[in-house]
């Protein structure tokens, strides 16, 4: 697969200009058994070293974002296929710089409504260390009343995260849970709502696809028209856990999927992924940059690193 390593990119809806920002875009970020006990030491969980070679890289953006495949609840902690991972698994993307976590996926719901809002409250209200801020910390995709975003809004960028597949479809009735309809009159009417608070330009990070296929599906590239016609102007999407390919559909690019940016699943491909780094001047893009990842292991921990 030929990766599109950096371009100069001119779509709709780019206008306002003044001030240059950065986010980077990262895949799909599991933890898994083997990960986590690699990680117990003396009584306490530490994934520091599973992210330390990306501290320089992350810290070149203004944000960078993810998507979180794990509820965080408290123990017993389990790996696939319900997944419940230590705080510590994320308090260690935080300190390099991870600052954006995608809920909307179809793990978020394996331990039910608690375990949504427990989630919510750890990523941003939680066990804190090395002076985090929390209040800088962004959950998108699941909400209810009075936690959780269902979109931000940077210098009149909108990101919104949605999924279309879901594990346990029984969401408890406080907790909504961003999903694509069909009839696309959901996001139709977030669109609208974000255009109102000032957003001129368009992000979905979008749970999508058939695992471990290497090339989009004839689904994913409806749905992506479907987006495109409400007036999205990029998409991300994760799920398959390896890299699919990307194309530019009427001006607008689609990621199908960047991958898993960190796992243990030693399977070909599922060690791999591409982060996208967008540079911003306000609402106008300037350049894609795809950066490719890879996740090792040793006897102590399985880390992720720039590759080249």
Same mark, same amino acid.
């Given at each position: 697969?030929?990766?599109?390593?950096?371009?100069?990119?001119?779509?709709?809806?780019?206008?306002?200009?003044?001030?240059?920002?950065?986010?980077?875009?990262?895949?799909?970020?599991?933890?898994?058994?083997?990960?986590?006990?690699?990680?117990?030491?003396?009584?306490?969980?530490?994934?520091?070293?599973?992210?330390?070679?990306?501290?320089?890289?992350?810290?070149?953006?203004?944000?960078?974002?993810?998507?979180?495949?794990?509820?965080?609840?408290?123990?017993?902690?389990?790996?696939?296929?319900?997944?419940?991972?230590?705080?510590?698994?994320?308090?260690?993307?935080?300190?390099?710089?991870?600052?954006?976590?995608?809920?909307?996926?179809?793990?978020?719901?394996?331990?039910?409504?608690?375990?949504?809002?427990?989630?919510?409250?750890?990523?941003?209200?939680?066990?804190?260390?090395?002076?985090?801020?929390?209040?800088?910390?962004?959950?998108?995709?699941?909400?209810?009343?009075?936690?959780?975003?269902?979109?931000?809004?940077?210098?009149?960028?909108?990101?919104? /995260?949605?999924? /279309?597949?879901?594990?346990?479809?029984?969401?408890?009735?406080?907790?909504?849970?961003?999903?694509?309809?069909?009839?696309?009159?959901?996001?139709?009417?977030?669109?609208?709502?974000?255009?109102?608070?000032?957003?001129?330009?368009?992000?979905?990070?979008?749970?999508?696809?058939?695992?471990?296929?290497?090339?989009?599906?004839?689904?994913?590239?409806?749905?992506?028209?479907?987006?495109?016609?409400?007036?999205?102007?990029?998409?991300?999407?994760?799920?398959?856990?390896?890299?699919?390919?990307?194309?530019?559909?009427?001006?607008?690019?689609?990621?199908?999927?960047?991958?898993?940016?960190?796992?243990?699943?030693?399977?070909?491909?599922?060690?791999?992924?591409?982060?996208?780094?967008?540079?911003?001047?306000?609402?106008?893009?300037?350049?894609?940059?795809?950066?490719?990842?890879?996740?090792?292991?040793?006897?102590?921990?399985?880390?992720?690193?720039?590759?080249?």
């Amino acid at each position: 697969m030929r990766y599109l390593v950096s371009q100069n990119i001119h779509t709709k809806n780019q206008f306002i200009m003044g001030k240059k920002w950065k986010i980077l875009f990262l895949g799909d970020v599991m933890c898994h058994d083997d990960q986590r006990e690699l990680a117990y030491k003396n009584g306490t969980y530490n994934f520091d070293n599973s992210f330390d070679k990306l501290k320089d890289l992350f810290g070149e953006h203004d944000y960078v974002a993810c998507n979180m495949e794990s509820p965080i609840c408290e123990p017993p902690y389990m790996g696939f296929p319900k997944f419940n991972t230590p705080v510590e698994f994320a308090d260690s993307l935080m300190d390099v710089g991870a600052n954006i976590f995608f809920l909307a996926n179809n793990h978020i719901n394996d331990r039910g409504e608690s375990g949504i809002e427990s989630t919510i409250n750890k990523l941003t209200t939680g066990y804190t260390k090395g002076g985090i801020d929390k209040s800088k910390i962004y959950t998108l995709g699941v909400s209810n009343n009075s936690i959780g975003n269902k979109h931000i809004i940077i210098n009149g960028v909108a990101i919104l /995260n949605y999924t /279309n597949i879901l594990n346990n479809k029984e969401v408890g009735g406080n907790i909504s849970i961003n999903m694509i309809d069909d009839d696309m009159m959901k996001i139709t009417q977030d669109i609208a709502d974000v255009k109102k608070e000032g957003a001129q330009y368009i992000i979905v990070y979008i749970h999508w696809g058939k695992e471990y296929e290497r090339f989009h599906s004839e689904s994913q590239r409806k749905i992506a028209e479907m987006l495109i016609n409400c007036d999205v102007n990029f998409i991300i999407g994760g799920h398959p856990h390896v890299v699919e390919d990307y194309e530019f559909i009427n001006n607008v690019p689609v990621f199908y999927s960047l991958g898993n940016f960190i796992s243990s699943q030693p399977e070909d491909f599922r060690t791999e992924s591409v982060g996208l780094s967008l540079e911003f001047d306000g609402v106008y893009l300037t350049n894609i940059n795809c950066i490719p990842f890879k996740t090792e292991h040793d006897d102590k921990k399985y880390f992720t690193k720039v590759v080249g």
